[in-house]
């Protein structure tokens, strides 16, 4: 079975700081997606990614894959504490997208 | 509605009891995910829906668990005789149809206590 692991499993940075979140994959990967999810709350819907070398932003948050390696990486310019949460990486390992298997996660906290 | 919704948010029950669990995903969308969230596990998959048949029910853990969905809108999940490793919150995901181009939305979950 597919396996995901995210790196690193906890990261407190300053405010205003730049971050680097990497999700690797044990098997081919056919889509990627980043979720976010705050305590007691469900996973918000950041980006998808289908194709290697892709590539895409949304606000200060930028997402690649590298099909070659098997990795996404999710990266936050200026960091805000509205960026704090959880963030996971969902693989799509069959291609059918019917079944996702998620990473355990990367802790994100923001200081003032 | 706006976005999937589940109910109820938060349930405690006792041991060996039965509870459902349900689920409202966004109007329109095809196909519906069950998923448990639990802090050793993590995140797991547990069956997925495409209109009222459930093509995949892999990640269902024993034959406690159970689900079902009518009308290709709302979905339960049942869990009879509960243990107390059922504890977890339960997700619902909701898409648009179930091929790779679609990303899954969340409902905000429910939380299982089982005493």
């Known amino acids: 079975s597919q396996e995901l692991e995210q790196s690193p499993q906890s990261l407190i940075v300053q405010e205003g700081k730049n971050l680097t979140i990497n999700c690797t994959s044990s098997?081919?990967?056919?889509?990627l997606y980043w979720y976010k999810q705050k305590y007691g709350e469900g996973l918000i819907f950041l980006m998808m990614?289908?194709?290697?070398?892709e590539e895409k932003s949304h606000e200060k948050i930028t997402a690649k894959l590298d099909e070659k390696k098997q990795q996404s990486s999710l990266h936050i310019t200026a960091s805000q504490p509205s960026h704090a949460g959880i963030y996971l990486c969902g693989a799509d390992g069959a291609g059918t997208a019917s079944k996702l298997t998620f990473g355990t996660g990367t802790r994100l906290q923001v200081t003032l | 509605g706006a976005g999937v919704s589940q109910s109820p948010s938060n349930k405690v029950t006792e041991k060996g009891k039965d509870v459902e669990l349900r689920c409202d995903p966004i109007?329109?969308?095809?196909?519906l995910y069950w998923y448990r969230q639990s802090l050793g596990q993590g995140l797991e998959f547990l069956i997925y829906f495409q209109g009222n048949s459930a093509p995949d029910k892999s990640g269902l853990p024993s034959d406690r668990f159970s689900a079902e969905r009518t009308g290709g809108s709302v979905s339960t999940l049942t869990i009879q005789r509960t243990q107390q490793e059922d504890s977890a919150v339960y997700l619902c995901a909701s898409s648009l149809d179930p091929g790779p181009n679609q990303p899954q939305h969340f409902g905000d979950g429910t939380r299982l206590s089982i005493l």
């Open positions: 109007s329109g969308h095809t196909a």
């Open positions: 990614l289908q194709k290697g070398g």
């Open positions: 098997k081919t990967l056919y889509g």
